[in-house]
């Protein structure tokens, strides 16, 4: 069975961190780009990071910037989002993907169930 199962989320105070990781099975990440999204309550969802699998180059959003980091570990087969100085408004259901495109035609060809991130005091 081809999927991607998230893992790390929860509830931190503003300020703090967390990484997120996400798993593949049946398939090799290798040769994907990989993506983290997110969609906040009453949100579209939104495009957090994304590395590219042809020359691993990285892409984040303005919000994000400075403050998470993508990575891939492909012996491990799995990406993660390190995720520092959270903000309350960083709350959202964060989804892994994977996709045979580069970053900038990625749709998703695989998607994780989602990772519930709570920011707040």
């Known amino acids: 069975q081809l999927q991607l199962v998230e893992s790390g989320g929860g509830l931190v105070q503003p300020g703090g961190s967390l990484r997120l990781s996400c798993a593949a099975s049946?398939?090799?990440?290798?040769?994907?780009?990989v993506a983290w999204f997110r969609q906040a309550p009453g949100k579209e969802r939104e495009g957090a990071s994304c590395?590219?699998?042809?020359?691993?180059?990285?892409h984040y959003a303005d919000s994000v910037k400075g403050r998470f980091t993508i990575s891939r570990d492909n012996a491990e087969n799995t990406m993660y989002l390190q995720m520092n100085s959270l903000k309350p408004e960083d709350t959202a259901v964060y989804y892994c993907?994977?996709?045979?495109?580069?970053?900038?035609?990625?749709?998703?060809?695989?998607w994780g169930q989602g990772t519930q991130v709570t920011v707040s005091s």
């Open positions: 993907a994977a996709d045979l495109k580069r970053c900038g035609l990625f749709r998703g060809d695989y």
């Open positions: 049946g398939f090799t990440l290798d040769d994907y780009s």
């Open positions: 590395i590219s699998g042809s020359d691993g180059s990285t």
